[in-house]
């Protein structure tokens, strides 16, 4: 559940940002009338990301040989979503704004469709990340408390976004970013492990004895090991950041009060 918990929030988190600039940019330049590409495009992400992490884990389910390519495939999508929020982070308003510049200035229907296009590409791409990495989690974990995490880390991912829209510099985004990147690194390197461990279940690492090394990764896969380290990807990087933002707004009350 953790580990959902945290996926969702990330990814989320990103989506519910890209589609809350993007709203708020058409409206502030008058194109109202384009936020229907916005929704559209967002319930086409969404629905196409989810048909997608069900074929995942349907695959991923076959075989050890399969559980262990998606788990492999989930911490690449995992590094590359981290260097490219590192990269792009602070520049993401940006980015969006421009895009949507160029869009919006297309005449009729094909702004609609342009719109439409770009939130599908952007918002599909965090969902896309997102399905592979949940479909690599699915076989060790209960559906209803996958679902029960999935949903808390979309709900808090999107009190974070409804947040930054509307209190701004309140909430540090580029700290949240750079905090969180080591953590999902973390959880990275967890699922390589996972793709070993797997692997070696089907007897299919050459050179070394898969029997032995697939009970020495059992804790650190789907035991005690795995469960405590999926709370502490959870509650480090939380507890972090809140102690960062309560010192932060401390030092700005105590800076207008001097």
């Not at 089907?202 to 405590?228: C, F, K, M, S």
């Not at 380290?229 to 001097?258: D, H, K, N």
Request: proline share 1%.
């Amino acid at each position: 559940m953790f580990e959902t918990l945290l996926v969702t929030f990330r990814e989320g988190l990103e989506a519910f940002l890209m589609v809350a600039i993007a709203t708020l940019y058409l409206r502030k330049t008058g194109h109202q009338a384009l936020l229907g590409g916005v929704r559209a495009g967002l319930a086409v992400s969404v629905a196409g990301s989810a048909a997608l992490g069900v074929a995942l884990a349907d695959i991923g389910a076959t075989s050890p040989k399969w559980e262990g390519i998606l788990a492999w495939v989930a911490a690449a999508a995992v590094v590359w979503c981290v260097v490219h929020v590192l990269k792009m982070g602070k520049h993401m308003g940006t980015e969006i704004s421009a895009k949507l510049g160029d869009a919006s200035v297309l005449d009729g229907s094909r702004a609609w469709w342009a719109v439409f296009g770009f939130t599908v590409f952007m918002v599909g791409r965090e969902g896309i990340e997102t399905a592979a990495m949940l479909a690599s989690l699915s076989r060790n974990a209960e559906l209803q408390h996958m679902a029960v995490g999935g949903a808390m880390g979309l709900v808090v991912a999107a009190s974070v976004a409804w947040a930054w829209v509307k209190f701004g510099r309140e909430v540090n985004l580029s700290r949240f970013f750079n905090v969180t990147a080591v953590f999902m690194l973390a959880f990275a390197a967890m699922l390589v492990l996972k793709g070993f461990h797997e692997f070696t279940e089907g007897g299919l690492v050459p050179g070394v004895d898969n029997a032995y090394w697939h009970l020495a990764t059992e804790d650190w896969v789907e035991g005690r090991y795995a469960q405590i380290g999926s709370v502490l990807l959870v509650l480090a990087p939380t507890l972090w950041l809140v102690a960062a933002q309560w010192r932060e707004s401390r030092s700005r009350r105590e800076g207008r009060l001097a």
